[in-house]
DNA sequence: GCCAACGTTGGC
DNA sequence: GCCAACGTTGGC
């Protein structure tokens, strides 16, 4: 799951433990969350808009998929008028904290790493949630250092 | 700041 | 249903 370091950062998530993901708004990110998470996946925590921008630790699912309240707050900048409280548009999960990894995993060295040529993040990455096979999973892990 | 790659919107 | 115009993402 990417996030901007300005707007939410890795030690924002370290600080407040569990985080209601809001403000995904696009379709593919959305049925991941309500289709492929359950509670206690991991996930790997990136940082996109970042220098540098790359894989910086590691967090879990903390909930199931629920309807993003911040939809339908027209006082929010993902405000969208045309989903209905009947039938919402928009999911979030709740993401917890797990570790930092010991450095950043940047994205030149995962795209130059032969075992994780077929990341989504390489293959197709303007994607803000993306699926990670265990096996990409561990070698991210590996390279950066669990701290746990 | 630039721009490539997508995703969305809306006229027809 | 097509597709042009437009908006967003995010690396560089």
Redesign the pocket.
């Known amino acids: 799951m ?1 996030s ?1 370091p300005d707007a939410y950062s890795i030690d924002d998530l370290a600080r407040d433990g569990v985080e209601p993901w809001d403000g995904i ?4 990110a959305r049925n991941l969350m309500r289709d492929e998470m359950s509670v206690g996946d991991r996930v790997l925590f ?1 940082h ?3 220098k540098p ?1 790359g894989v910086v630790g590691i967090a879990e699912i903390a909930s199931s998929a629920y309807p993003d309240p911040t939809q339908f707050d027209p006082d929010s900048a993902y405000f969208d008028d ?1 989903s209905s409280p009947d039938d919402p548009r928009w999911l979030l999960v709740d993401v917890r904290y797990v570790s930092h990894l010991e450095r950043i995993v940047g ?2 060295e995962i ?1 130059d790493d032969p075992a994780l040529a077929d990341m989504v993040l390489v ?6 949630v993306q699926p990670v096979s265990a096996e990409e999973f561990d070698h991210i892990v590996a390279l950066g250092g669990s701290v746990a």
């Open positions: 990417k901007e708004r696009n379709y593919q990136y996109s808009n970042a921008p045309s994205l030149p795209k293959k197709r990455s303007r994607l803000s």
